[in-house]
C-alpha cells in the first residue's frame, strides 16, 4: 500500500504518531509536512515538503491520501482531490464549521464558509479525534464515513516515586499559559496559605500571549513555595517526569471556542481538547470545568468544578483522602483500554 500524508501543524505530533502507527508494515508513505516533522524519516516513511499541490501531483499513486485539516486559502486546492474522493480521508478538528457553517458577512468569511459546505457535501470520508465528534458526525450528516482516530494515546506511563516528606497533591496545568485557558481560580487557591502545605501545582507550558505573561509575571513577583513554571521550551523527558509525578491533570478553559470567522465550536462536542487524551495517555484523574462535555470513556475518572470555593473544596477532600485518588487512576487506566478499543484503522475499517 503506499500513503501520501498532509501535515502542517507542529502541535498534531501526537497525531501524526497514532496515524502512522496504523499504516501496514509493509507501505510506503510520503509524509508532506514542515521541518519539525523529519526527524520520522525512515525506511518506510519518505519525507517531502508540505505541500498540497505536490501531494495532488502525485494522487493517482496512492491507495490512501489523508490530509489534516486546512483553512485559509489552502482550501482551494481540495476541490481539485475530487477524483480521488474515495481514496481521500480529510481531518476535521472543528467539526461545525464543516457540517453547520455559518455564513459570515465578511467576503473572507463567506469564501471560507462556502468552501467548506462544498468539500464537506462532495467529499465522503473524515477522521475526528472525539468519540462525541464521531457520534455528532454520524448524526448530523447522511452518506458520509466517519472515523475516531484519537489525537494521541502513546505516552509513557510510568510510576514516579515521591518525596515522603511531600505529602502535597502534585497537580499538573498542561499547555501554552494563554488566554484559551483560565489561571484566576488557580492563583486564588495559591493565594490562599492554607493549601500551601496541601497542594503543589505545576504548570507545564511557556507564556503564549500577553494574558500568559501577565499570569508569569504574577507568579514570580509573590513568589509561593509551592508551584513551578516555566518561560521557555520544555524536554521531553523533563515534561513526561512532571506528568508521570501528577496526582491530577487540572485544565480550565471556556467550554466553547470561537474560531476566527466566528464560528462557536462546543468542546468536546464538536472540538476536543488535547487534555482528555493526556487523561488517557498518562492514566491520570483529572479536574475539569462544570458543563464539559467530555468523552464518556473519561467519566469515572473527572471531578468537575465550577468556581474557586468548589475547586478549593475538591482539592481539601482529596488531599485528606488519598485512597480516592488511587481509585480515580485506576478508573484511568481500564478507561484508556476501552477508549483505545473504539479506535478506527482507517487502512482496515475502510467504507466505499
Not at 152 to 181: H, M, Q, W, Y
Not at 286 to 304: H, K, R, V
Amino acid at each position: 500500500m503506499k500513503v501520501g500524508i498532509y501535515f502542517f501543524v507542529r502541535t498534531h505530533s501526537s497525531f501524526l504518531d497514532e496515524l502512522l502507527a496504523q499504516v501496514p508494515d509493509d507501505s510506503e508513505v510520503d509524509l508532506f509536512c514542515t521541518n519539525s516533522y523529519k526527524h520520522l524519516k525512515s525506511n518506510k516513511v519518505n519525507i517531502h515538503p508540505v505541500s498540497l499541490f505536490k501531494l495532488l501531483f502525485k494522487a493517482n499513486s496512492y491507495d490512501r491520501i489523508i490530509i489534516d485539516e486546512v483553512t485559509g486559502r489552502y482550501l482551494f486546492w481540495l476541490p481539485l482531490f475530487l477524483f480521488w474522493r474515495q481514496n481521500t480521508y480529510l481531518v476535521l478538528h472543528n467539526l461545525k464549521s464543516w457540517i453547520k457553517p455559518v455564513f459570515f458577512s465578511t467576503v473572507s468569511g463567506f469564501l471560507n464558509s462556502v468552501l467548506r459546505r462544498i468539500i464537506f457535501i462532495a467529499f465522503k470520508h473524515y477522521i475526528v479525534v472525539g468519540t462525541r465528534m464521531k457520534s455528532y458526525g454520524e448524526t448530523h450528516s447522511k452518506n458520509k464515513n466517519f472515523y475516531f482516530v484519537p489525537f494521541g494515546l502513546s505516552a509513557k506511563c510510568c510510576n514516579v516515586i515521591k518525596s515522603e516528606d511531600d505529602e502535597r497533591l502534585f497537580i499538573v496545568v498542561p499547555g501554552t499559559v494563554s488566554s484559551r485557558r483560565k489561571y484566576e481560580w488557580i492563583l486564588g487557591v495559591l493565594d490562599d496559605y492554607t493549601f500551601e502545605s496541601k497542594v503543589y501545582f505545576a504548570l507545564l507550558g511557556k507564556p503564549g500571549d500577553e494574558y500568559g505573561n501577565r499570569i508569569i509575571k504574577y507568579i514570580k513577583e509573590r513568589e509561593y513555595s509551592n508551584i513551578s513554571i516555566f518561560e521557555s521550551y520544555i524536554p521531553e523527558n523533563v515534561y513526561n517526569k512532571y506528568m508521570n509525578k501528577a496526582d491530577f491533570i487540572l485544565s480550565d478553559f471556556d467550554l466553547d471556542y470561537k474560531t476566527l470567522y466566528g464560528q462557536i465550536e462546543t468542546y468536546g462536542e464538536t472540538k476536543e481538547t488535547g487534555v482528555s487524551f493526556l487523561l488517557l495517555s498518562y492514566e491520570k484523574p483529572g479536574l475539569l470545568p462544570e458543563g464539559f462535555q467530555y468523552m464518556e470513556e473519561l467519566n469515572t475518572q473527572i471531578a468537575s468544578f465550577d468556581s474557586l470555593e468548589s475547586l478549593k473544596k475538591i482539592l481539601s477532600e482529596f488531599s485528606s483522602k488519598r485512597d480516592m485518588i488511587y481509585k480515580l487512576g485506576e478508573k484511568a487506566v481500564s478507561n484508556r483500554a476501552l477508549l483505545a478499543s473504539k479506535v478506527d484503522n482507517i487502512f482496515i475499517d475502510f467504507k466505499y
